[in-house]
């Protein structure tokens, strides 16, 4: 499971770099398949790097594949962020 999530990073770095290099296409591949990583693992690093791309992708918003993405992600974030801890109430002894 490690080296899942570390792959789901590596791809989602990747992806920032084809968007870094204009190749919106290939950092769509790269994020979609960071992405379905992210969702089986619950890997907040992934998700911190999707969001990176996520931003990066939003000059090609009129692109349909990066329509797609960025709609994906969004729909999975929310599952992906944990609920805050309720903090516990402490009897004074």
Do not use: M, N
Request: aromatic content about 6%; some cysteine.
């Amino acid at each position: 499971p490690q080296y899942r999530r570390d792959r789901g990073v590596y791809l989602a770095r990747a992806g920032r770099a084809h968007a870094c290099c204009g190749e919106q296409e290939r950092a769509v591949a790269a994020g979609t398949q960071a992405l379905a990583i992210a969702e089986q693992t619950g890997s907040g690093r992934i998700i911190t790097e999707l969001a990176t791309l996520d931003s990066e992708l939003a000059r090609w918003k009129a692109v349909p594949s990066v329509t797609e993405f960025r709609e994906a992600f969004a729909e999975a974030l929310p599952r992906q962020v944990p609920e805050p801890a309720t903090p516990r109430k402490v009897d004074p002894l």
